[in-house]
């Protein structure tokens, strides 16, 4: 039953920005439709729009797809004719949608296809109408194209979010920030390529602008790169995690269920998509420090001695210490070393008065406690002790609320673990 809602609101949401669509269409169609003037002009930037179409260039860890048509798209608007950019756009997006969509379900594939289409409309009209408007016959190409890419870019981000909003149902503020980043890159980029593309428009060498695929190539592998990049950080801390969990095998699950929840807390708290991010990757490393740690006393089935009790809470010291020369940690090292701190100062390893606890470091030091107290099978329960239950375990986190975790913190966790029961 929840599902079927979940879909029916999915095809509603979807039907809005397809209603949004056609009103763009009519409004691009009142203009009037004139033949192009330079139909090898219009074949050339048509080919070049579904080349660059074609070879994007993945951040699958922010989830995006930067391609170079833009620039090619908004010279045809420009030198063609807009309706013939919107034809152009719509063609090159459907093509390569629909050969990214192939083999996954039908009812995916067909509202993939269907929302990519209608992105494309509403963004190719609405920098089309904003150009027709503020730019007369006689200026030059190349502010026209900067106006048609600055207005394009922003307004197909903000509906790849609304879109994205819609199939996850997640905050709207969770996506801000990977839209104005995206949009600020994309931007700079679309508007290298048009600059020279429309420069090579003003001199009327239109052969030449088959050339611009070699910067098109130089900035694609430079973000191919870039996206590389990442690609190792991330395998960097998934190799990190592997090593504890070789250790100390029932921290697996732990650490998963930690970094995920994590993230949500963080966004319902309001933190920023890199944040919230950042937070993820923070609660998978948070008890990395626990490798330095004596396995006979970390699995200990008994109450810790005095001690061991001292030996074990410096994993946090440790863990700071271990991600500490690796700049691309930086942000992270902080929110490891202080995890356990505690709102009313008695925590360690620095006894941070509240004031100076890191926020991400009090919705992992929640999330944590939450899922030790809550162990529910085999490599989950603590030797130690029996786990709780859920509501018992929220309770406890009530209880101490302000002395040994943020009330705030709770507050949200509770909110993020009822909403996964409605």
Request: proline letters at 5%; hydrophobic letters at 50%; a neutral charge.
């Amino acid at each position: 039953m929840g599902s079927h809602a979940a879909t029916n609101q999915l095809v509603r949401r979807l039907a809005v920005l397809w209603g949004f669509a056609l009103v763009a269409f009519i409004s691009l169609a009142s203009l009037g439709y004139s033949a192009p003037p330079n139909r090898g002009l219009l074949a050339i930037l048509a080919g070049m729009a579904l080349i660059a179409e074609f070879l994007p260039v993945q951040l699958p860890r922010r989830g995006v797809r930067i391609t170079f048509a833009l620039p090619f798209v908004a010279a045809v608007a420009v030198a063609v004719g807009i309706t013939n950019a919107l034809v152009v756009d719509v063609v090159a997006t459907s093509l390569v949608s629909f050969f990214l969509v192939r083999g996954r379900p039908s009812g995916v594939e067909g509202r993939w296809l269907a929302s990519n289409a209608a992105i494309s409309i509403i963004s190719s009209a609405a920098a089309g109408l904003v150009i027709t408007i503020c730019f007369p016959s006689h200026t030059p190409i190349e502010g026209a194209m900067i106006l048609f890419i600055g207005v394009y870019a922003s307004v197909n981000l903000i509906l790849v979010a609304y879109v994205e909003w819609s199939l996850t149902s997640r905050a709207w503020s969770a996506n801000t920030d990977i839209v104005v980043r995206t949009a600020a890159i994309g931007f700079v980029l679309y508007s290298l390529v048009g600059l020279v593309v429309g420069v090579l428009l003003n001199e009327k060498i239109y052969w030449a602008i088959l050339t611009t695929l070699i910067p098109v190539g130089a900035l694609r592998t430079g973000l191919t790169y870039r996206a590389r990049m990442d690609e190792v950080y991330y395998e960097t801390i998934h190799s990190l995690t592997q090593m504890l969990q070789r250790a100390h095998p029932y921290t697996h699950g732990h650490l998963e269920r930690v970094s995920r929840t994590a993230e949500e807390v963080a966004y319902r708290l309001g933190l920023s998509a890199r944040r919230a991010r950042l937070v993820r990757e923070a609660a998978v490393l948070h008890d990395i420090g626990k490798i330095a740690v004596n396995e006979s006393v970390l699995d200990k089935p008994g109450k810790l001695t005095e001690e061991e009790l001292v030996h074990v809470r410096r994993h946090a010291e440790w863990g700071a210490e271990i991600l500490a020369p690796v700049p691309g940690f930086a942000d992270l090292v902080p929110w490891i070393r202080h995890h356990h701190e505690r709102p009313d100062g008695t925590g360690y390893p620095d006894a941070l008065p509240d004031h100076r606890i890191p926020i991400e470091c009090k919705i992992i030091a929640v999330v944590d406690a939450y899922d030790a107290m809550t162990g529910d099978d085999d490599t989950r329960t603590r030797t130690y002790r029996d786990p709780m239950s859920e509501a018992d375990a929220l309770l406890e986190l009530q209880r101490c609320s302000g002395t040994q975790f943020d009330c705030a913190v709770v507050e949200a966790f509770r909110l993020t673990i009822s909403r996964r029961f409605e």
